[in-house]
């Protein structure tokens, strides 16, 4: 039991990209929830073997933009016609046509920060440790190695079985990997 | 890494079937635009009104068909300019609609017969003692644009026939020199069509008013000209994909980046539009604001005020919403729809450059309207499928062919 606790899970290792893309479709098909694959470089169409959600992001980006727009406008409105209104060529102190350029940059600010911070979050980064930097063979996932991890806390993980299962899919090297 | 790519194209897949229905557009088309124009004509001659009337349209559905026909262009040289891998396997649906370009150049003589209705503000008795059309008598007189007028057409022919002849000749020799060869023209090319374009529309539309000026003009019209390149390449490629075998190379993917550049290069339409705006608006000199005025205030801009907010709504709110989700551009049924629309809604924005600066009882669209739409609209398309149905519909020697075929939006 005290075994299982300290355990972060399995890290198969596989040779090619296609091994482990048909890899991923197995493990996907097999119902595990808590676990990811690791690539030195993308490979296309991995999510749909993985059997990933569209991401969230573009959500958080529309809401944050709507704010940051509307956030803008109103910032605006607030200046020039409540706080200090001024003359400004005889136009009205709600000319929304000059407010346009800072409700648009306002928008686009905001949203960006909802597309970097947003992924950020969702990656949960910046982290400063993770379990899988204690394998030595992990770090060739930089260079000509991919990796399936699967981990500990997946209802459907055995130390035993979910090894044995990796190895039948195409690992060339299976190991336990500590918390 | 999905096994739905194609890793080579079999030859027998990228000519037209000998049945399929694009087979009798070119000449159902051609036929159909010639006896349009000819009904135009016969309707108009005798009256002075009418006649009048004819010239306006036909200048307007003019403007609308060469602006497809110069994005269609300006598509191509981009992608030479940039070494473009992606966009291999629609690029020849381009091609074709560039290589139409001197049917525009034929198209150009009735401008000139029309010249005197069109540009009568500084042609006219009255223009001789107007001090601000005088001085600009040096570049508006009716020599020097009618030379700049066939400087124009003749840089566009040449430069879309080129293209099409040397890409399809590709299809044949197999030549890579050929890809560095029009990529090498494609800078110069792209100059001179910079150039081009936006002297043709100071002539051509920004004249029709000889006191307006706007330095962003040139720009507004190829901001339109290369957002409607998009949506007729995907209308292209859903008609080529049905009853041929090109849906397993023109994939999904594609379909998606042509979705994403209408969507992007309609945003850039607008940002065009309003700053052109925003700038008349705040300078507020009465030369310049004329043409918003025109357009929204008083009794005659009552009329164009509908066609204004039509832009603002049907040109930018509405296809950026519709057109931002990743969903809708991966379905070919709705971008096929927001690509239908974005042709329609960008002839309300030439009309609406065109016509407010004709003052006439007249002046609605009608008739003339319908028949010179069809009419040219018949010659462009007929001639641009005619030039489908005789090559390969994809350049199928081109040496980044292959990174197209597996080309994947992440």
């Not at chain 2, 931002?324 to 096929?336: A, D, Q």
């Not at chain 2, 009309?351 to 009608?366: A, D, K, T, V």
Request: proline share 4%.
């Amino acid at each position: 039991m005290s075994q299982k606790q300290n355990l972060y899970g399995v890290l198969a290792e596989f040779s090619s990209a296609s091994a482990i893309y048909h890899a991923c479709e197995k493990v996907r098909d097999k119902g595990f929830k808590h676990w990811d694959a690791h690539t030195p470089f993308p490979v296309h169409g991995l999510e749909k073997a993985m059997g990933l959600k569209p991401s969230i992001v573009p959500w958080i980006v529309l809401v944050m933009g709507l704010s940051g727009a509307s956030g803008g406008m109103l910032l605006q409105w607030w200046i020039n016609t409540q706080a200090y209104p001024l003359a400004i060529s005889a136009k009205p102190f709600f000319s929304w046509q000059a407010f346009v350029p800072v409700t648009f940059e306002l928008g686009v600010l905001l949203g960006s920060f909802g597309a970097v911070f947003g992924m950020l979050f969702i990656n949960r980064l910046p982290m400063w440790y993770h379990s899988l930097f204690r394998s030595a063979r992990f770090e060739k996932v930089t260079d000509d190695k991919f990796f399936i991890s699967i981990e500990s806390r997946d209802p459907k993980f055995d130390a035993t079985a979910t090894s044995k299962m990796l190895t039948e899919l195409g690992a060339t090297h299976v190991e336990l990997v500590e918390q | 890494m999905s096994s739905s790519h194609a890793k080579a194209v079999n030859p027998n897949d990228v000519t037209l079937p000998q049945t399929h229905w694009l087979r009798k557009i070119p000449v159902t088309a051609i036929v159909l635009g010639i006896v349009c124009l000819v009904a135009a004509l016969a309707l108009a001659l005798g009256n002075k009104d009418k006649v009048e009337a004819l010239q306006w349209s036909f200048h307007t559905s003019y403007i609308y068909f060469l602006s497809m026909a110069l994005g269609s262009l300006f598509f191509v040289l981009v992608q030479f300019a940039t070494r473009a891998g992606w966009s291999v396997v629609v690029r020849r649906f381009a091609e074709n609609y560039a290589a139409t370009l001197p049917v525009f150049a034929i198209l150009f003589i009735p401008m000139l017969f029309g010249f005197h209705s069109l540009f009568h503000h500084w042609t006219s008795e009255e223009a001789k003692s107007d001090v601000a059309i005088q001085a600009k008598a040096a570049y508006l007189n009716e020599q020097f644009f009618t030379v700049r007028g066939i400087i124009y057409v003749v840089i566009w022919s040449v430069l879309g026939v080129y293209y099409y002849r040397n890409s399809t000749r590709q299809d044949t020799t197999a030549d890579k020199q050929i890809t560095f060869k029009l990529q090498k023209t494609s800078y110069v090319s792209i100059a001179l069509f910079a150039l081009s374009v936006s002297f043709c529309a100071f002539d051509w539309i920004m004249s029709l008013n000889p006191h307006w000026y706007s330095t962003m003009l040139g720009v507004y019209y190829f901001a339109g000209s290369i957002m409607v390149v998009y949506a007729l390449m995907l209308l292209t490629t859903f008609a080529v994909r049905g009853g041929t075998k090109m849906g397993n190379y023109i994939s999904t993917e594609h379909i998606h980046d042509l979705g994403k550049l209408l969507f992007g290069f309609n945003v850039f339409w607008t940002y065009i539009a309003f700053s052109q705006y925003f700038l008349i608006w705040y300078g507020n000199i009465p030369e310049e604001t004329e043409f918003y005025a025109m357009r929204s205030l008083g009794e005659h801009g009552a009329h164009w005020l509908p066609w204004s907010i039509a832009l603002m709504v049907g040109h930018f709110a509405v296809p950026f919403l519709f057109l931002m989700s990743r969903h809708i551009k991966r379905n070919p049924l709705l971008i096929g729809l927001g690509a239908a629309w974005m042709l329609v809604i960008h002839y309300v924005d030439i009309h609406w450059l065109i016509r407010p600066n004709w003052q006439s009882e007249l002046n609605h669209f009608g008739i003339f309207d319908i028949l010179t739409l069809v009419g040219i609209g018949g010659l462009f398309l007929g001639t641009a499928t005619l030039l489908l149905t005789r090559k390969s519909l994809l350049p199928q020697k081109d040496p980044r062919l292959a990174e197209s075929l597996a080309f994947e939006n992440l």
